[in-house]
C-alpha cells in the first residue's frame, strides 16, 4: 500500500506533536511524596503506542535534538550536552528504547491490548531504568543500592501508573481514529 503525502505529513505532524509533548512533560511535574512526579515518560510511552517504532524512535530523537541544540526542554528547563552526559543523562537515551519498546505493543492496528501492552511496558521502562541507573551509577561514584535507591525505588511505582494510563490513551485516541495510519 503507498501511502499518500498527505499521510506522510500526518505522521510528521504527529511525531513533531509527540516531541513537544514530551518537552511538555518535562515541565509537567509535581512533588508527589518527595519524588518529582512528571510526565515524560508517559508521553514517550504514548509516542511508541502511537507512531510504532520508528516514528516513536523519532519523536523521542526530535526530542533529544531540540535539547542538545539548547532549547530548555529537558527535566527543571536545562538543555545541552552536559545534562545527557551527566547523571540522569542516561534516563533520556533511554526514552529511545523505551518508544522503541512501545513501539512493538502496537505493531497491529487497533487498539493495543491490554496484556501485549502491560508486558511490552515493563520491558520499556527497564529499557529507560538500565542505562538511567548505569550512568547515576557512574556518574556519581555510588554503590548500586544507592543507585537503585535513588533512581528506580522512587519513580517505579509512579511509571507503571504512567504506563496504565498511556494504554488507555492509546486504546481511546485508536477507537476515536485520532491515530496516524
Not at 552526559?85 to 522503541?100: Q, W
Not at 561514584?141 to 501508573?161: K, R, Y
Request: proline share 6%; with cysteine; glycine share 14%.
Amino acid at each position: 500500500m503507498t501511502r499518500t503525502p498527505l499521510a506522510a505529513l500526518h505522521r510528521l505532524v504527529w511525531t513533531a506533536l509527540m516531541a513537544a509533548l514530551i518537552a511538555a512533560g518535562a515541565f509537567l511535574h509535581f512533588p508527589l511524596w518527595g519524588v518529582p512526579f512528571s510526565l515524560q515518560i508517559y508521553f514517550t510511552f504514548l509516542a511508541g503506542l502511537a507512531l510504532g517504532p520508528l516514528w516513536g524512535v523519532g519523536a523521542v530523537g526530535l526530542y533529544i535534538l531540540a535539547g542538545l541544540i539548547g532549547l530548555p526542554v529537558f527535566a527543571g528547563g536545562r538543555s545541552g550536552l552536559a545534562v545527557l552526559l551527566g547523571p540522569t543523562g542516561g534516563y533520556i537515551f533511554g526514552f529511545l528504547a523505551c518508544a522503541l519498546v512501545m513501539g512493538f505493543a502496537s505493531r497491529v492496528k487497533g487498539p493495543v491490548l491490554w496484556t501485549r501492552g502491560l508486558i511490552w511496558g515493563l520491558v520499556a521502562i527497564l529499557a529507560v531504568y538500565v542505562p538511567g541507573v548505569l550512568q547515576l551509577k557512574n556518574m556519581l561514584g555510588i554503590g548500586w543500592d544507592e543507585a537503585l535507591t535513588i533512581g528506580v525505588a522512587p519513580f517505579a511505582p509512579l511509571d507503571i501508573i504512567k504506563l496504565v494510563l498511556a494504554i488507555v490513551t492509546q486504546r481511546y485516541m485508536s477507537r476515536s481514529r485520532l491515530l496516524p495510519t
